[in-house]
């Protein structure tokens, strides 16, 4: 089965701060994502890498970075934490155009 | 701009009965569909893959995919209590290297 790793369920964070989310997965995935989800607002894609060092933006990057450094681990970046940025956190990853499999999901507090 | 737009609901049917749930998408050029389970607070699940034209049959569920009317469709027969969750379309538009997620349609089951 494939697994994907978040490393934290529960965060909580002041503004101002520099928070990471890390995610691992262990099936050797080209593609790994971050989304966002809100209530109402459905799933949205904030960044994605489909290669070491590679990342892409998808439709909401701002306030956000991310960095893969080697091809299990895809962390994402808030540079400078809002409380806007209160969320569920979800990490995914797949072979190309093959479905995703996501984490269990950080929800972040940001206070 | 791609869009995948599903059935807002929310949709309830009686246990036992047979619950459709319905997924447009604009793109002709899609090549992937999947559906994915969401029970509140957890993540997404995936329950189908479909590529290709007409049904595909795993258990209670049956995928429909339709490509000349953009469309594809999840029916869960005999359904129990436990299927109550949101059901997310998700397309991948052949070149693509994310998926387009539709906002969910929320199913409860009646007991």
């Known amino acids: 089965d494939v697994k994907v790793t978040q490393s934290s369920r529960y965060l909580v964070k002041r503004t101002g701060e520099k928070v990471f989310l890390e995610c691992v997965q262990d099936m050797d995935h080209e593609n790994m994502f971050w989304y966002r989800q809100d209530p109402g607002l459905g799933l949205r894609l904030i960044y994605f890498s489909y290669d070491v060092k590679m990342k892409e933006k998808g439709d909401i990057p701002e306030g956000y970075s991310v960095s893969r450094e080697k091809k299990e681990r895809f962390s994402l970046i808030l540079e400078s934490a809002s409380t806007n940025q209160t969320s569920m956190y979800l990490c995914a990853s797949s072979f190309p155009r093959q479905p995703q499999h996501f984490g269990d999901g950080t929800r972040l507090s940001i206070l | 701009q791609k869009e995948v737009e599903q059935n807002s609901g929310p949709l309830s049917v009686p246990e036992g009965a047979i619950a459709s749930l319905n997924c447009t998408y604009s793109?002709?050029?899609?090549?992937?569909f999947f559906w994915y389970r969401q029970y509140s607070g957890k993540s997404p699940e995936l329950i189908m893959s479909?590529?290709?034209?007409g049904d595909k049959e795993d258990g209670r569920f049956t995928a429909q995919l339709n490509k000349a009317s953009q469309y594809v469709s999840l029916l869960i027969r005999d359904s129990q209590p436990s299927d109550s969750a949101t059901y997310l379309c998700a397309v991948n538009e052949g070149t693509a290297r994310q998926l387009t997620f539709g906002s969910g349609t929320q199913l409860t089951v009646l007991p």
């Open positions: 793109d002709r050029g899609s090549q992937s």
């Open positions: 479909i590529y290709s034209n």
